[in-house]
């Protein structure tokens, strides 16, 4: 009797132990690489919704395998296998979605930092040209901090603000833009070019007329050209103030004033630190009534001056490639001047005489797109003057 109890007991341990039916190790393992792929594919910022509900799934099915409700008997169906099976397909649905949002993101980012970076290129080439790039100021440098920025937060998978510095970026470039050609926009304004022309032709007669010398100077080509007895003899480049091109308010703002000059005195080797020089008297009636206009209209500082020392001048320093305002040439051009000019000869300073002067197709260029500027810069762009210079004022 006492056996058979015995075995009647291990008959019923071993049918409750056959029952107890946990779920599939290797599956369970499979489902946890998987959902670590998925943080490692940054799901939930790539596939929110998706990734949220397999969370939400795969939470559920871990309570009930902590709470035992995987038990059944052999011959039956495990359903918690079925929806483990069944988590591990949503898992890799969700991602490869997530994988395939994620490529398609780092493909955007890395799209929009490489035509940042070739529209910044661009951007400071065309500045340079127009020897504007003091003219931005800090505005400049943080606009480059910007670009690296896009680039680093791209390299290191944080694509969203890689995408949102550089949309600050261009925008940057959009209003730097703007301000160059709301300070330089007068180079694009047919009607001043007119004015300008009509300087220099005035000043070509007057040297026709008088049988003598004069002196042009085209900010926009950076050439002086000399001309004696109304035909235009050499031209050389020059260097201009580091803000050259704008157009000269006050004292120490690095631009080359414009107007009808004449050269008050000539300095010779030893009377001046720049080889030999020119000095023209400006500031001139005209200056001084544009200088008192302005200063009235509260267009520039209160404190500042008008300044004065405007000269032609040579090199003193082979490293010196700006002036604060005055007009540069090399040291054998200066000689080749100082035996053609004298105290009294006039000197005519303009802006450009051309309407697709350099600064204009420069301004324009920086109001295109990205599609247009490509097109742009396979085309050679205007105002490019003669070797001897035999174009300025011949109209």
């Known amino acids: 009797m006492r056996n058979s109890k015995t075995f009647i007991g291990a008959l019923g341990i071993l049918m409750l132990s056959?029952?107890?039916?946990?779920?599939?190790?290797?599956?369970?393992?499979?489902?946890?690489?998987?959902?670590?792929?998925?943080?490692?594919?940054?799901?939930?910022?790539?596939?929110?919704?998706?990734?949220?509900?397999?969370?939400?799934?795969?939470?559920?099915?871990?309570?009930?395998?902590?709470?035992?409700?995987?038990?059944?008997?052999?011959?039956?169906?495990?359903?918690?296998?079925?929806?483990?099976?069944?988590?591990?397909?949503?898992?890799?649905?969700?991602?490869?979605?997530?994988?395939?949002?994620?490529?398609?993101?780092?493909?955007?980012?890395?799209?929009?930092?490489?035509?940042?970076?070739?529209?910044?290129?661009?951007?400071?080439?065309?500045?340079?040209?127009?020897?504007?790039?003091?003219?931005?100021?800090?505005?400049r440098v943080e606009t480059e901090l910007l670009v690296k920025q896009a680039r680093s937060f791209m390299e290191q998978g944080r694509f969203t603000h890689s995408v949102q510095v550089a949309r600050q970026a261009d925008q940057r470039m959009n209003s730097q833009a703007a301000q160059l050609n709301s300070e330089l926009g007068r180079y694009a304004d047919r009607a001043q070019v007119d004015q300008w022309r009509a300087m220099v032709r005035r000043t070509v007669d007057w040297s026709r007329q008088h049988q003598a010398v004069a002196l042009v100077v085209v900010k926009a080509k950076k050439r002086l050209t000399l001309y004696r007895n109304g035909v235009a003899v050499v031209s050389y480049p020059v260097r201009l103030g580091f803000n050259g091109v704008q157009e000269k308010r006050y004292e120490d703002d690095g631009a080359t004033p414009e107007g009808n000059y004449r050269v008050i005195r000539m300095k010779d080797r030893g009377q001046t630190e720049f080889y030999r020089a020119l000095l023209l008297d400006y500031p001139n009636a005209d200056d001084q009534r544009r200088f008192q206009s302005a200063l009235k209209a509260g267009m520039i500082p209160a404190q500042v001056r008008i300044g004065g020392n405007i000269e032609i001048h040579g090199v003193a320093d082979r490293r010196l490639s700006q002036t604060l305002g005055c007009v540069m040439l090399g040291n054998r051009q200066m000689d080749a001047l100082f035996r053609e000019v004298e105290a009294g000869t006039p000197v005519t300073i303009v802006g450009a005489v051309d309407a697709d002067n350099t600064v204009a197709v420069v301004l324009a260029q920086l109001e295109q797109n990205d599609d247009e500027a490509d097109k742009d810069d396979a085309e050679p762009s205007g105002d490019q003057p003669a070797a001897d210079g035999t174009d300025i004022g011949q109209s």
């Open 18 to 139: 056959a029952c107890v039916q946990q779920a599939p190790a290797d599956l369970v393992q499979s489902v946890e690489a998987l959902d670590r792929q998925l943080a490692a594919a940054r799901s939930a910022e790539f596939a929110p919704e998706e990734y949220g509900r397999f969370v939400q799934h795969w939470a559920a099915l871990g309570e009930r395998l902590r709470s035992d409700d995987v038990i059944g008997w052999p011959w039956e169906e495990n359903p918690f296998e079925t929806d483990l099976r069944a988590l591990h397909e949503e898992g890799s649905r969700v991602l490869a979605h997530a994988t395939n949002k994620q490529n398609v993101a780092r493909l955007g980012a890395a799209s929009r930092v490489v035509r940042l970076e070739r529209r910044l290129q661009r951007f400071t080439s065309r500045v340079d040209r127009i020897g504007s790039r003091v003219a931005l100021g800090e505005k």
